[in-house]
């Protein structure tokens, strides 16, 4: 079982030093906020399976970020239910959609996917103001008889 990480990379997805920057950054969330923040890359059927939940200890103030490009979509997250309160209800379909999404992925690398993700994760779970904001065109024609 070895020494307790809250990055587990059977994929091979990030370098030695992605996921230990990673690491860093989810031992300080869960040091500074509480939201215990865990990172699997796994690439099916390579995967540890549901005894990462004990391993983990997963709870309401856990998020297990699944990184796994066998399902469509390249990141998957199970959310708590007391972090879930913290953030809007689109913000992990949000982030989902926006670097998960295979088009993303395969043109920038899975790291890719995985740290921006990481990054904004923590953003706004240091500043809860902090929203990825989408840009909208909005067309108004105006019509005179």
């Known amino acids: 079982q070895g020494e307790f990480t809250p990055v587990i990379d059977v994929a ?6 992605e996921e230990a920057r990673i690491r860093e950054q989810v031992v300080d969330l869960e040091k500074d906020t509480g939201i215990k923040l ?13 005894a990462i939940k004990d391993y983990w200890g997963v709870d309401a103030d856990t998020v297990v970020f699944v990184a796994d ?8 997250f199970n959310v708590g239910e007391n972090v879930d309160l913290l953030v809007p209800r ?18 920038q690398g899975e790291a890719s996917a995985m740290l921006n993700a990481v990054r904004d994760i923590l953003t706004y779970s240091y500043d809860p103001t902090y929203v990825q904001v989408s840009v909208c065109v909005c067309v108004c024609v105006c019509v005179c008889v």
């Open 69 to 76: 490009p066998n399902t469509g979509n390249i990141l998957n």
């Open 90 to 107: 689109n913000f992990w379909t949000r982030l989902a959609s926006k670097f998960g999404n295979k088009f993303f992925w395969q043109e």
């Open 38 to 50: 865990r990172v699997l890359a796994q690439n099916y059927p390579e995967t540890p399976g549901l």
């Open 12 to 17: 091979g997805f990030l370098t030695s030093g």
